[in-house]
């Protein structure tokens, strides 16, 4: 009974342990923003988890609980809305920014980088393809092109 106990207490100090993680922001020195809000969604609402002082290039938020879902960065200054996924593992990403504008993300977590993947597949079978299509029409495989 006492070792039960004891693996008890053990597993809820390691389960709640592992339950938080780090959400890491770089960017260039064109991002002049100084703060940057973290939201967590809640259905269709965002839910306001905290706001993170630049350090330098860079914004760190250590999130304490467990979280799975989509999260978003607002940078008010300039205006700048980034979303991103949290699976309960540190998060990081890069902003390029030019002239107040987002001009790249680049993901460095694997779940990101995977859902940054399937959003440009997607992008590019919504934008692409009906031009494909159409140029499809015009021409004939027996043409010149």
């Known amino acids: 009974m006492k070792r039960l106990l004891i693996f008890l207490i053990l597993l809820a100090f390691v389960a709640q342990f592992n339950s938080q ?3 890491s922001i770089l960017s260039n020195t064109n991002l002049k923003s100084g703060e940057a809000y973290i939201y967590s969604t809640d259905g269709s609402s ?4 905290t ?4 350090n330098g290039l860079n914004w760190e938020v250590k999130y304490p609980k467990s979280y799975v ?8 200054e300039e205006n700048i809305s980034i979303n991103f996924i949290s699976e309960n593992k540190d998060i990081s990403f890069f902003l390029s920014s030019e002239n107040g504008k987002l001009k790249e993300v680049t993901y460095h977590d ?8 399937i ?5 590019k079978k919504e934008e692409i393809l009906p031009a494909l299509y159409q140029i499809q029409t015009y021409y004939r495989p027996s043409s010149e092109f």
Do not use: T
């Open 110 to 117: 694997e779940a990101n980088k995977v859902m940054n993947d």
């Open 21 to 23: 993680f780090k959400i």
């Open 69 to 76: 879902g989509m999260m978003k960065a607002y940078f008010p």
């Open 51 to 54: 706001k993170a002082k630049r």
């Open 119 to 123: 959003q440009d597949s997607q992008r």
């Open 46 to 49: 965002d839910i306001l988890f």
